[in-house]
């Protein structure tokens, strides 16, 4: 036995691979000479993923223009003037949005999975962008002949989609991106958008039978870009009760950052459900610092005293690069992080003798 440890997703994107898209966007750079970039990035990073004795690897988000509009690739109907999000530091975000009907994704996710097998020997566990997270294309104005209910009805279709291709293609863990759900409470106080997004994910994930549930996951964070923040002022008390009432058995959840972590683990020990397990982040990615294996063992064995060992598993605090220009952590930081986690994992894993 031993305690379960994930990353998040997203590792930082090699230089060379950020040049070659520069120059693929300019038109300098054919397709397959792209294609072969793309791929000699991800055979490097499942490489060097599997050295860091993960048991469960990802591709690194290597393909992936940003964790959340991957399903966007090449499609026509999109314009750029969507939402923008502000971070702490004032750097902001700008979402797409969607122009006209119907909503399809331009891939699905199995296909990064289907990607990753050719090189992976270990389990692969594949993010997804939430389907609450996309419902924020649709413009606030309306679109003639398109209502939003009909594009929530696609949307869901689309959503379960993108996660069954991911099981369809042999991934071990799907984990649905989530990080507006904290940024939902501060929009709205009221937390209505909070249930409304709570409410959406669980029309998707009753597509699933409770054995597919068991391994479908959810991420939450305050959003990690830049080494900055959108969310962290949002209390998780607010968040986490509704949380727990998504039908999925992993949560992964940034805790290394936090200011209190005793206060946050009370609220998760107060909220989770006994088929549940949670995914502490024990590595902060914001901070460049790696951290020693014996810090990851002491706060596993802190969360073990408010979780039991068998719902306790560890992870990142979030992925090391959501959006695929974010180059503020390097990737040899980024694989020492991910060692020091596994090591100080199993070490805590000893000492609590399972
Ligand atoms: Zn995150």
Redesign the pocket.
């Known amino acids: 036995m031993s305690i379960p440890t994930e990353s ?1 997703g997203s590792i930082p994107r090699p230089p060379q691979l950020l040049d070659a898209l520069r120059e693929f966007r300019l038109g300098n750079l054919s397709h397959e000479r792209m294609e072969a970039c793309y791929d000699e990035a991800l055979s490097d990073t499942i490489l060097r993923f599997e050295a860091t004795g993960s048991p469960i690897i990802s591709d690194g988000e290597q393909t992936k223009s940003s ?1 959340a509009t991957y399903p966007l690739l090449g499609l026509d109907n999109i314009v750029q003037d969507g939402v923008v999000i502000t971070f702490a530091d004032g750097h902001t975000r700008q979402l797409p949005k969607l122009k006209k009907g119907p909503f399809k994704y331009g891939i699905h996710a199995g296909t990064y999975v289907q990607s990753a097998k050719r090189y992976a020997s270990a389990p692969i566990k594949q993010a997804v962008i939430s389907a609450s997270a996309l419902s924020l294309l649709y413009p606030q104005e309306g679109i003639p002949d398109y209502s939003q209910a009909t594009f929530i009805d696609d949307l869901v279709k689309e959503a379960v989609a993108d996660i069954r291709s991911c099981f369809e293609q042999g991934a071990h863990h799907v984990q649905v ?1 989530f ?1 507006e759900g904290r940024l939902s409470v501060k929009l709205d106080p009221t937390k209505a958008l909070l249930q409304q997004f709570i409410d959406l994910n669980n029309r998707v994930l009753g597509h699933f039978t409770p054995d597919q549930q068991k391994r479908i996951g959810v ?6 870009d830049h080494d900055s923040t959108h969310s962290a002022d949002v209390d998780y008390a607010d968040l986490l009760p509704s949380l727990f009432q998504l039908n999925a058995g992993n949560f992964y959840m ?1 805790l290394a950052s936090e200011k209190n972590p005793d206060y946050v683990l009370g609220i998760i020990k107060e909220h989770i459900r006994p088929h549940q397990r949670v995914y502490i982040g024990v590595i902060d ?1 914001l901070n460049q610092d790696v951290e020693e294996p014996e810090l990851v063992r002491d706060r596993v064995l802190h969360a073990a005293e408010y979780i039991p060992v068998n719902q306790l598993g560890t992870t990142d ?3 090391y690069s ?1 959006f695929e220009d974010d180059t503020s952590t390097g990737r040899d930081v980024a694989f020492a992080k991910i060692k020091a986690r596994v090591a100080g994992t199993a070490l805590a894993a000893n000492k609590l003798n399972i």
């Open positions: 998040i964790f991106d990080t991420h939450t964070c305050p959003g990690g940034q990615v605090d979030c992925g959501p």
